[in-house]
């Protein structure tokens, strides 16, 4: 069941991701909707899952951006694994918590590909603190509606509904 | 509130940082690899097959709800009208409006085929479905792949001028570099003086031209066009215009060239199969 609905989240973020490039273009720029399906999947604390998670969401951003494939791979991992470390530890709950996860991790996620982009391809991002600021502002408002919706029509913790009390 | 320890797994730490080595990995590779096009990874184009029905299905779907949205549109114009009136009218409106986007089709198909006329090449049409035209790594993604005909490095332009070169193809899609990306250089000449540079991506809008002596005579307005000396660019496609040339601190101008192409409004594109460095070749390039 946790498989089946990361499948549909990620197909989800796959159809905002093409429906925005075809009729928005420069709307990725400012939202990442692949960050809001890592954390919302890492918010049950479950690390090998959010690794996965992190990993395959990375993938398929990859696949349909013009990144160095494994880019977007490697930093939502480690958004994916920060955020499942914390909540392994302390269980946080509630919108408020979810909207803390994830402005750190759109923070985290854009500074990582800073460095990765330094490194590997010895390239400098321009205007890299505004395009920060502006993507953490609607990817952190656009998130915590998605985690209204989800908790109303499931009725149930989100957090609650990824959790896995043994293994993945 | 503090969870049992039972539910941390034991060694997710080496997991996590065995999983980041492999990508590290995975990604040096593809950023090395990226300029000789061919080499890039089977796993990238498998994710992307594996995925292309969805961008297919939200194009088809977004196009099939403008169009609905339109005729909605269409008929509440002609609510305030009496009845027979507003059938006439809805009639001709939807009449006149299909004949003006034909028409406009009808041109700008019409200049593309003529543009597509001027080139020894074969080439073909295609559609885009996703335009990355504001994020870092700039692209865009046709209906047109291998099926196609379509091979990395073929030419992707329009009636405007030049638009990008193929990276990567699956059976029906095809990823298209910019040529404002930040990796995407261009052997290039200025039309009036055929003096030869270097045109390159920047990330921004603009892109620049490189290797242009201080001296060399240029002018904001010239227009620039592909060399044909790159191997993989035919010759005669306009990049763009100059829009600002300043000395630079050593031997070489630094000069700004605006695309020719609008990239934020890119529908019909031409892929111009072009001739392909043998793959020897390439291997042993710098």
Known sequence: MRWLRFAIGLLIALTLHSLLDSFYPNALAFFNPYVILVVYYSMGGNILGAIVAGVLAGFVQDAFSNAPFGLHAFSLTVCAYVVASINARLALRGSLAFGACLGGAVIVNELVIYVLVNILMKQKIEMFEQALLVKTIFTLLFGMLVYQLLTVFLREEPIEATRNKAVW | ?286
């Open chain 2, 1 to 286: 509130m503090a969870v049992p320890t039972d539910v941390i797994p034991r060694r997710p730490t080496l997991l996590f940082i065995v999983v980041l080595s492999l990508l590290f990995v995975l990604m040096s590779l593809s950023s090395r690899t990226r300029y000789i096009g061919e080499t890039r990874t089977m796993f990238e184009r498998t994710v992307m097959t594996v995925f292309s029905p969805v961008p297919k299905f939200v194009n088809w779907a977004g196009g099939a709800a403008q169009d609905m949205h339109h005729g909605y549109l269409d008929m509440r114009a002609a609510v305030n009208e009496n009845v027979d009136l507003r059938r006439k009218v809805a009639s001709l409106t939807t009449e006149n409006l299909r004949l003006r986007q034909t028409g406009s089709d009808m041109r700008r198909l019409r200049s593309l085929l003529a543009y597509a006329e001027q080139f020894d090449f074969e080439t073909s049409m295609g559609q885009t479905i996703m335009l990355d035209t504001a994020g870092r790594f700039k692209s865009i993604i046709i209906d047109r792949g291998s099926d196609d005909g379509v091979q990395v490095n073929d030419i992707v332009a329009n009636a405007s001028g030049l638009i990008g070169r193929v990276v990567l193809t699956t059976k029906d899609l095809a990823k298209v570099q910019l040529v404002t990306d930040n990796n995407c250089a261009v052997g290039s000449l200025v039309e009036r003086t055929r003096r030869q540079g270097v045109v390159r991506g920047n990330g921004g809008a603009n892109v620049q031209l490189y290797d242009i002596p201080s001296l060399a005579d240029l002018q904001p307005g010239d227009r620039v066009l592909t060399a044909g000396i790159d191997g993989i660019f035919p010759k005669g496609i306009p990049i763009g215009n100059v829009v600002r040339t300043d000395q630079g601190q050593g031997l070489f101008k630094t000069v700004t060239v605006k695309p020719a192409v609008d990239f934020g409004t890119i529908e019909e594109v031409i892929v111009i199969h072009t001739r392909k460095i043998p793959q020897q070749v390439v291997r042993y390039a710098p």
